[in-house]
């Protein structure tokens, strides 16, 4: 995973930099070293003019640029030249004794202290370079250019000697290489593992925020591959869901039951019901005006009447009729679906307030109804666009009025009908009994006269009897 990690010039330079100054101050020793020593083998062939102006301007180009540029590892492939220059400024003032030919190694390993392959590559140009020139220059009898003490060197010895040098300076590099591919290493680590602590801090943050329940708290990842930092924005965002989902919940719970308690309150007074349960859904939805049309009449003769209106914490007196089918009201009775606009039509509706008079932002019209019957249409207006809950909310606080007002209908009905039945049975009794005091005259008057025939029979016998 570190291997991804892309290191930037600063961290990097940051990186070596202990490396660098650690290995600065060895090579100020190994400098003061290779200076003095070639003072010390200007002893044996007088060459104190080679000693002191080739190591003098040697040192001068290294300390020049490293002061002059301290901000680039220039001085350090300086350097790489100035070991290359010494070791050949040794075998000059030895007079091409082989043994000098080891400091151009003891230099490359001096350079491995930096960690950087590349800088092995100008100690081996000018070796290269060095040996190849001085070695033709010397076996053409140039009698002041020194690289062996040998009077001939053939083909084969030295190609032996270079490539022994070629695989010491490889070796060299190599470990260079190696050495600074695990800087490099450690450095990634080390961003890494400061990410990582970087990352746990900012989670832990914003995770205590979470557990206080503040769910809107903005959360940036601080690196693109931090798994937790992501699980913990996914779970905000559940949680946040959830809440959501609970408040949308809660609220149409909550709201259907202070209808129930509107509608418990008002069983026997329809005007009431209407006016209570209007003024309640717009004061609890928090809409700007809401207005409940009832279907009045019958057959041709039906219209919707607007039987309440609130708005703005006032009860609205508006008289109204619309017919059905004609308008939004109509057509929502009729199609027996909900209606919202968001763009509402000029001079549809205003909405008063102590302000004045303005357009509604939107326009909500949901069919009062039951499964098998509509009885109305509920129309709201609001500055606000509505969300997906609170028309949840309407539709069903719609159809809890619906079947209150066609209980209470019913209800009305019933009792128009038991006081009819009422008022019939009593009729009914009152004629049954004029009836019987009828049948009771009639007995009477039956009797009487069955009383006086017999009289007047009885006369009539006597009258008989006394003319015989």
């Known amino acids: 995973m570190t291997t991804s990690i892309n290191l930037s010039r600063e961290i990097r330079k940051a990186a070596f930099q202990s490396i660098n100054e650690k290995s600065d101050r060895i090579m100020n020793f190994a400098l003061a070293a290779y ?37 680039y590892t220039l001085y350090q492939y300086v350097l790489s030249a100035v070991f290359a220059i010494f070791s050949a400024q040794f075998i000059y003032q030895m007079h091409g004794i082989f043994e000098m030919h080891f400091f151009f190694f003891v230099g490359s390993a001096l350079l491995i202290t930096y960690r950087n392959w590349t800088l092995i590559i100008p100690l081996l140009l000018i070796t290269v370079v060095h040996h190849a020139l001085f070695a033709w220059l010397q076996y053409q009898g140039m009698k002041e250019i020194y690289f062996t003490q040998l009077d001939y060197m053939d083909l ?119 006016d209570d349960f209007v003024r309640s859904l717009v004061k609890y939805t928090g809409i700007n005006q809401g207005g409940l049309f009832l279907i009045d009449g019958e057959g041709e003769d039906a219209a919707l009447m607007l039987t309440a209106c609130y708005a ?87 159809e809890n009025i619906a079947s209150a007002i066609v209980s209470s209908r019913t209800t009305q009905r019933i009792k128009a009908l038991l006081e009819e039945a009422q008022q ?26 069955m009383r006086k025939t017999r009289e007047y029979e009885s006369k009539f016998t006597g009258v008989n009897a006394s003319l015989n």
């Open 35 to 71: 200076f003095l020593f070639g003072i010390f083998l200007s002893f044996f062939y007088h060459t104190y003019a080679i000693a002191i102006g080739v190591g003098g301007l040697c040192l001068l180009a290294y300390f020049v640029t490293r002061w002059l540029l301290p901000q």
């Open 156 to 274: 084969q010895a030295f190609l032996f000697h270079a490539l022994l040098a070629a695989v010491i300076m490889g070796i060299c590099a190599y470990w260079s290489y190696d050495l600074g591919r695990t800087t490099t290493s450690d450095a990634r680590k080390t961003v890494l593992l400061e990410k990582q602590v970087a990352n746990m801090v900012n989670n832990v943050a914003f995770a205590e925020e979470i557990s206080k329940g503040n769910l809107d708290m903005s959360y940036t990842l601080l690196d693109e591959q931090d798994e937790l930092g992501k699980s913990l924005l996914r779970m905000r965002d559940n949680l946040k869901l959830s809440h959501e989902r609970e408040h949308q919940d809660k609220f149409i719970t909550v709201g259907i039951t202070r209808i129930g308690d509107v509608i418990r309150q008002h069983t026997h007074n329809p005007v009431a019901l209407a």
């Open 312 to 398: 703005y914490d006032r009860k609205k007196y508006m008289d109204k009729r619309v017919a059905i089918g004609e308008g939004l009201v109509g057509q929502c009775f009729q199609e027996r679906t909900p209606v919202y606009m968001t763009v509402v039509p000029k001079d549809y509706v205003k909405i008063t307030s102590g302000l004045g008079d303005a357009a509604p932002r939107c326009i909500y019209l949901v069919p009062v109804k039951t499964r098998d019957e509509i009885v109305g249409v509920i129309e709201v207006a609001s500055f606000n666009e509505l969300r997906e809950y609170e028309m949840q909310f309407i539709e069903k606080a719609a």
């Open 424 to 449: 019939q049975a009593e009729e009914m009794r009152a004629q049954e009994e004029e009836m019987r005091q009828n049948m009771e005259e009639l007995q009477a008057t039956q009797e009487e006269m």
